[in-house]
């Protein structure tokens, strides 16, 4: 595996180098709503969240760990609190508004 200034450049990347737990944390979710998602690359579940007071802008949360299957629907509407990781742009943004992090969600449930 490849690393590059903290980003991770092996698409199948292990669970640890992805969601280590000593990346900095750039905000806190407290009861962010967003729809999950399944990242085929990544092989992880994700949460988009729409950035309020924006047009565009959108974070979409990869979730490290597990979640409870009841929830393993895409495009189910939920609500979630955690703290935001950085990605270390990996993986890149897809969108102009798109902010990318990694979440262990403290508290996801359906809306």
Known sequence: MMFETGCIKDSHAREGDICDTNRRTVTTANDLTG?????????KWVINAPIPGTIDGLRTCI??????SDLKIPGLSIVFSGELKESNGYPKSQLGGQEIYYVRPTKIKKV
């Open 63 to 68: 979730i490290c760990g597990d979640i409870p």
């Open 35 to 43: 729809r999950l998602g399944y990242n085929n690359e990544l092989e």
